[in-house]
């Protein structure tokens, strides 16, 4: 999109200047020449010697001020500009957008998005201004729900000038960066951002993986020209940089250099020519993939989507380039696109001011399908487990910067490169990788270390002047815990059994419960979990989990209640009708629990027994629990249990129920090895005779073999 004030106006406004055209054509002269530094202080001096009475000179001045300081990544005055010239009624229908993005960069969303929407009533379908408004839109909740990735400004490596696009060695033990410090060769300052040229620095890691003050590569790659975003060959022999040589007299060329590592140091950078007979494009950040067989970069040349587009030429030997191609318009935008990083050979990451973001340059993430590199390059129970446990289940998304940053070329697109466009379509998800990486100001030129989610990333928030500074940044580990107890049916805990858990991702665990039962391990998201615990002279047990995927801190119990050999275990909810042996419907899931058991374990005979209270004849009572008891069975093997692992048994009230521990800490009245007696029932209250009547009125059942049909 050409922002540019068309000839016509720009006479009709210039003809209505009547301050010192001397110093204003100095001003212009200077910001046409990209001499932003020094127009702006030329700028300055002419807007404050202006008469606020001239209106129109005021407008011209304070818009041109606002495109200086926008080109100067000094968002903030621009701001001051802009609105100086809305104020003064300069006429020009762009100026709102480059108004709102700079808002937009200062984190002013609200009045941002006011000013998006004015300049979408002149030109309603612009794409960019689009993605601004959308921007503004899922700023703000993206602040309002930060990532998990926690950001620091890394002091040791900056300084009071600009430090920009960190790249960790192949081994991560070395962080080369760019920087425009006092120590930067030469003594000529540039005169886009009034610092030296970049060079290259680099900081060590020590033995104790602590990073040491950073220092200046070797002469040879660097010079008193631009030096900047390394990228190094998989074998780290080899490194790509950009160069950018100023000369007065021409226009800045920009381009891809390479250096060998030889007897300890860089070797003298030479130019890689990735298109022939092109010596007017930008060609600059390289990123090599990790297979070597691709060599990714930023550049102007024709056949992209407009500004400045994320490139790729398939390398061989280092040096040899056997084709370019666009990465095509699920990356590129009509805005720019810059600093490509390989983590891998589908996973690139990228800055973009042409996608809805935060402000400025964003950081984004793409994947890519493994077509796109085709042929090119190389539950439980309560009780004791519940005192135990603390916390809950769960408890835990210009200057245009190229080398130099400042530099800035337009160019139309006639044609197509290479393969062409078309190559890489239709492979690429990109997502923005939101706060806090992303923040209003400029973020860009991103390096993991190998194997790990952390790593460095420039940016220039919090710099009024606009200097980019080195952060680091680190997503904390997603912890995922499954834990639980072994007990029996009276809830004691069993110390020693065996707990095994197979993972759906492959994994495995065995631990041995504590003395409490207890067993704990670390477990993965979103992964399927099956887990049995064993104990002797308990029937084994089994149990399903699925953890979540969602990337929170999460702790999951899995208790197993395992079954005793030869101990009666009560069935909690059998019911009977009044004076019957007919099962009532709300006993059903209870029985299909022990129907479920039993299919589990299809080994095993169990003897069932029911119980009556001390009312009634003796002989009747023994009558109607064996009816009970039989009732059960039936029941059972209507639902597929073989009869011959089944047996039924009346007690009638012969077998009163000795009390437990846990029967003790549910009824007060109660203490543990009380026998429920006619006689001691008595004894008690009559709401509490009740009660003892109930516990003595019960269904049972007891494992009597666990090799049945083994033998």
């Known amino acids: 999109m050409d922002f540019r004030i068309s000839y016509a106006l720009l006479a009709t406004v210039w003809l209505l200047v009547s301050c010192d055209q001397a110093k204003l054509s100095d001003a212009r002269g200077q910001y046409l020449r990209g001499e932003y530094h020094a127009a702006s202080e030329t700028y300055r001096k002419l807007y404050r010697n202006t008469p606020r009475e001239e209106r129109t000179q005021r407008g011209i001045i304070a818009f041109e001020m606002g495109e200086n300081y926008r080109r100067l990544n000094q968002s903030a005055r621009a701001v001051t500009a802009y609105s100086n010239a809305i104020r003064y009624g300069y006429p020009d229908t762009a100026m709102y957008f480059h108004y709102a993005r700079m808002l937009h960069r200062e984190g002013n969303y609200e009045a941002a998005g006011e000013a998006y929407r004015r300049f979408l009533t002149f030109r309603p379908d612009d794409p960019l201004a689009r993605n601004g408004l959308r921007g503004v839109e899922l700023a703000a909740k993206w602040n309002e729900n930060p990532t998990r990735y926690t950001v620091e400004r890394m002091e040791l490596l900056n300084s009071n000038r600009g430090e920009f696009s960190p790249m960790l060695s192949p081994e991560g033990d070395r962080l080369y960066f760019t920087s425009s410090r006092e120590e930067a060769l030469g003594e000529e300052k540039s005169p886009v951002t009034g610092m030296k040229y970049n060079d290259l620095f680099c900081s060590i890691k020590n033995v104790h993986g602590e990073w040491q003050r950073p220092e200046q590569i070797e002469p040879g790659v660097n010079t008193g020209y631009d030096e900047g975003t390394p990228s190094f060959f998989p074998d780290g022999e080899w490194m790509y940089y950009t160069f950018g040589y100023a000369d007065p007299n021409r226009s800045t060329t920009v381009n891809i250099y390479l250096s060998g590592w030889v007897n300890g140091r860089w070797s003298e950078g030479r130019p890689l020519e990735i298109v022939k007979d092109d010596s007017v494009s930008v060609f600059a950040h390289p990123a090599i993939s990790p297979s070597g067989g691709w060599l990714y970069f930023v550049s102007d040349m024709p056949g992209g989507y407009g500004g400045k587009d994320i490139w790729r030429a398939a390398i061989r030997n280092k040096d040899e380039i056997l084709f370019v191609e666009n990465l095509g318009p699920e990356i590129n935008t009509a805005g720019d696109e810059l600093f490509p990083y390989l983590r891998n050979d589908t ?262 027994g029911a119980h009556t209270d001390r009312k009634g004849p003796d002989e009747y009572n023994l009558g109607l629990s064996l009816r009970r008891a039989q009732s059960v069975v039936n029941y059972l093997v209507a639902h597929g249990v073989d009869g011959q692992r089944l047996s039924a048994h009346g007690f009638g009230k012969t077998q009163p129920v000795k009390a437990t521990k846990r029967i003790a800490e549910q009824f007060a009245f109660l203490k543990e090895g009380d026998v429920l007696t006619a006689e001691f029932i008595e004894t008690l209250m009559p709401d509490q005779q009740e009660i003892a009547d109930q516990i003595n009125r019960r269904t049972s059942f007891e494992v009597v073999d666990n090799e049945f049909g083994l033998h």
């Open 347 to 608: 996973t690139l990451y990228f800055s973009s001011d042409g996608r809805p973001g935060m402000g400025g340059l964003d950081l984004f993430v793409a994947v890519a399908s493994a077509e796109l590199n085709r042929g090119v390059g190389e539950t439980g129970k309560k009780g004791n487990r519940e005192t135990e446990r603390k916390g809950e289940k769960e408890t835990g998304e210009p200057g245009e910067k190229e080398n130099g940053r400042k530099n800035e070329k337009e160019k139309s697109r006639t044609e197509e490169i290479g393969n062409g466009a078309d190559k890489v379509k239709d492979w690429w998800r990109v997502a923005n990788l939101q706060s806090p990486l992303n923040s209003p100001s400029d973020d860009f030129g991103v390096t993991f270390a190998p194997g790990e989610e952390k790593g460095f990333f420039g940016s220039n928030r919090n710099d009024a002047r606009g200097y980019d500074h080195i952060y680091s940044f680190t997503c904390p580990e997603v912890i995922v815990w499954i834990e639980g107890f072994t007990v029996d049916p009276e809830d004691e805990f069993i110390p020693g059994a065996i707990v095994t858990a197979v993972g759906s991702d492959g994994s495995q665990f065995r631990l041995v419960t504590g003395k409490r039962g207890e067993y704990r391990f670390k477990a993965k998201r979103g992964v399927d979990y099956l887990l049995m615990a064993a104990a002797q002279g308990f029937l084994n047990q089994k149990q399903a989990l699925s953890t979540s995927p969602v990337e929170k801190d999460s702790l999951y119990y899995v208790d197993f209640e395992m079954i005793p050999y030869n101990i009666p275990i009560v069935l909690e909810n059998i019911f009977y009708d009044f004076d019957s042996a007919s099962l009532r419907p709300e006993s059903k899931e209870e029985l299909d629990a022990l129907v479920a058991l039993l299919n589990e374990h299809p080994s095993v005979a169990i003897a069932l």
